[in-house]
């Protein structure tokens, strides 16, 4: 299965400010997912992102909050933009290859 | 109602005891089913999937889904401490990354020594 890296692993940021999330994969991927996972709650998906287009947002979720850029096939970043305590998570991305699905680590990400 | 429902735990147990962690669905267009174990501070890891009825055995590890009943399982058999961490269901009504995966909420396992 894939490997995925993800950085930063944990951040802590004021509110207001905005946060990157990188997710490097070693192998060629088509689609690379982005999801959040808060406590007590499932991994809720916030956009399926492919090389060359837009990402595709779930409900709830809205670009210029969480815009994502996908420059190759093995690369993805999120931005969770204009922070609030709200947005207090776990960040993770995901990848899917002949029906397995593989996380990265996870970002940790406390807004304060 | 959710589409996925899971005990969220916590569920603790003395090591060897064999441990059931189950889900319930909705959905009954859901074909696969996944179970992922996510150890603290970690990204959940694929553990076993399936996508039909039955009993799907990988080592200590059974995984079992009644379509009839939309109810999915997984046995841990001689659980050591080493399996303390969250086991979270998942389930898509497809093979590929092109139909959605819905999670549950997770069940926090301890295996105590």
């Known amino acids: 299965s894939a490997v995925i890296s993800q950085k930063p692993s944990r951040d802590i940021c004021q509110r207001g400010t905005s946060l990157t999330i990188q997710c490097q994969v070693d192998?060629?991927?088509?689609?690379m997912f982005w999801y959040r996972q808060q406590p007590g709650q499932s991994l809720t998906l916030i956009a399926t992102a492919n090389q060359g287009s837009e990402a595709t947002y779930e409900s709830g979720f809205v670009i210029d909050k969480f815009p994502i850029s996908r420059p190759n096939l093995t690369f993805s970043t999120l931005t969770v933009s204009n922070m609030s305590p709200e947005d207090s998570s776990i960040y993770l991305c995901?990848?899917?290859?002949?029906?397995?699905?593989?996380f990265g680590s996870g970002t940790r990400l406390t807004v304060v | 109602q959710k589409e996925v429902e899971q005990d969220p735990g916590p569920l603790s147990v003395p090591e060897g005891a064999i441990v059931s962690l189950n889900c319930t669905y909705s959905n009954s267009a859901f074909q696969y089913f996944m179970w992922y174990r996510q150890y603290s501070r970690k990204g959940p890891e694929l553990l076993m999937y399936t996508y039909s009825s039955g009993n799907k055995e990988d080592g200590r590890f059974t995984a079992q889904v009644d379509k009839s009943s939309k109810y999915i399982s997984l046995f841990i058999r001689d659980s050591q401490p080493s399996d303390s961490a969250t086991y979270l269901c998942a389930m898509s009504d497809g093979l590929r990354g092109y139909q959605k995966v819905t999670f549950g909420t997770g069940t926090k396992l301890q295996v105590i020594p």
């Open positions: 995901s990848v899917e290859a002949t029906g397995v699905y593989t």
């Open positions: 192998s060629q991927v088509t689609m």
